[in-house]
Nanobody, 125 residues
């Protein structure tokens, strides 16, 4: 069993930056991903990184602005968010998965079995 705890959310003006962190305790997770969900919208995959180095991917809406990193030694993941826009406002979740063979896309919520409680990001224009 693993536990994921997010931190680093907050309020920022458009064009600003925030850095989210995800601390993993318990069973290591092969893939860690960031998702977000705004009120009334579906949960959206933002970024994913898998420890074998073969997977590092981003949603089209954040490419070039967000960067995900993992520190295997500290068992943490981060999401650096730059040039934030009002449409980036949402609850952000860290999720983990140890699936090896699956046809589910890496940014599909269905692939992930372990979730954090979320951290709120609010971007004002």
């Amino acid at each position: 069993q693993a536990e994921l705890v997010e931190s680093g959310g907050g309020s920022v003006q458009a064009g600003g930056s925030l850095r989210l962190s995800c601390a993993v305790s318990g069973f290591p997770q092969r893939c860690l991903a960031w998702f977000r969900q705004a009120p009334g919208k579906e949960r959206e995959g933002v970024a994913v990184s898998c420890t074998d180095g073969s997977i590092l991917d981003y949603a089209a809406s954040v490419k070039g602005r967000f960067a995900m990193a993992r520190d295997s030694g500290k068992n943490t993941a981060s999401l650096q968010m730059n040039d934030l826009k009002s449409e980036d406002s949402a609850m952000y979740y860290c999720a983990g998965s140890n699936l090896v063979r699956s046809r589910l896309p890496y940014l599909s919520p269905s692939r992930y079995t372990t979730w954090g409680q979320g951290t709120q990001v609010t971007v004002s224009s």
